[in-house]
């Protein structure tokens, strides 16, 4: 059973025994789904009305992730298959579940929470359940290996034209690891092989959910070098010009990035990716100094192409996959906002 399909049917097992408890019948439907929906449901509520429920699958939900939910109930909606929408996830911890209640957004955990605002006065609302101190194990691509071949893949998708070991002269990962995670990857009809050396992406949402989610809990935390204050504090553009002059070799991420990518956000804060001999020189050069709460964030360059020239003598711009990976790490609407319009400006064929 796929991944996506055995989280689909925890989530329907933990909505039927909530509903049962309420004298509710549900009945999961059989039916061709739409593009977007994983799971079609009927719920008749005694005396009332029966009405349909389409479920989608997103796993680590966050803060960010609050508009593109917004965005695809929206759709499903408006695509007259179900009157209600809800989204099925591996964990929502209470605050969150609090922030979605007051959106109106129908989620069902894997764990046991739950929030279905239905019609004819359905409220359902639990938020007791934690998950379990060891996690439920993870497949190969959720690990930092595993990230950096989903990057490869979304990198050069959605046909990707390249062996194993070009795979690993980009990134690094091992020929055995890489075998794994493009095995799991087909038996979870993400990713179809062609073939030797030819492949093609067939369902690229939840592979880019699969990159953002990675990237946040395994790949970002095992790359990051530290955090700095400049010289010139919060002045990004003399940072930059600063690293023209001195040729320095960075791909400039973050909040920065994301700014210059869809002139919407107002940054508040830099990465820089850097070679792991080019700290000491980094920091010298742009007058960084080691603060706990600084604005300037550097971090290992995870493979050999992170990044392409802004204008003919810029600097380097990290890959919109990086930088949507970033924002939607963080617990930010208003990053999660700048995710959505930097998907859709830069990563639309990922639709």
């Not at 919060?234 to 869809?262: I, S």
């Amino acid at each position: 059973m796929a991944a996506g399909e055995n989280l689909v049917q925890q989530c329907v097992s933990v909505l039927r025994a909530i509903l049962e408890q309420m004298s509710v019948r549900m009945r999961q439907r059989n039916r061709r789904l739409t593009r977007g929906v994983d799971a079609l449901c009927e719920i008749a509520l005694p005396g009332g009305p029966t009405f349909r429920l389409c479920a989608f699958v997103r796993r680590g939900l966050r803060p960010a992730t609050l508009p593109q939910l917004l965005e695809q109930i929206e759709a499903i909606a408006s695509g007259g298959v179900c009157e209600q929408a809800v989204v099925f996830t591996d964990y929502v911890p209470a605050p969150l579940a609090e922030a979605l209640r007051a959106q109106r957004v129908n989620f069902v955990d894997a764990v046991g929470n739950a929030c279905l605002l239905g019609p004819g006065g359905l409220s359902i609302f639990h938020t007791r359940h934690r998950p379990p101190r060891r996690p439920a194990t993870r497949g190969q691509d959720f690990s930092e290996p595993g990230a950096k071949i989903v990057f490869f893949l979304l990198q050069h998708g959605p046909r990707i034209r390249a062996t194993y070991r070009e795979m690993q002269a980009a990134t690094g990962v091992s020929l055995d690891k890489i075998s794994k995670v493009m095995n799991e990857l087909e038996n979870d009809r993400l990713v179809i092989v062609r073939t030797r050396g030819d492949y093609e992406i067939i369902d690229a949402v939840p592979l880019l959910d699969r990159w953002a989610g990675a990237f946040a809990a395994k790949l970002e935390p095992k790359i990051l070098l530290g955090e700095y204050k400049a010289a010139a504090g919060d002045d990004f553009p003399a940072l930059a010009d600063a690293m023209r002059a001195a040729k320095l070799p960075v791909v400039v991420g973050g909040e920065v990035a994301a700014g210059w990518l869809t002139d919407y956000l107002r940054p508040a804060a830099m990465r820089l990716y850097i070679p792991e001999d080019a700290q000491a020189v980094v920091q010298r050069e742009l007058k960084l100094a080691p603060a706990r709460d600084g604005n300037i964030d550097l971090a290992t360059a995870f493979a050999t192409d992170l990044g392409k020239p802004i204008g003919e003598d810029g600097v380097l711009i990290a890959d919109p996959l990086i930088v949507y990976a970033e924002l939607m790490s963080g617990g930010d609407v208003r990053l999660g906002e700048t995710a959505l319009r930097l998907r859709e400006e830069h990563l639309a064929w990922i639709a």
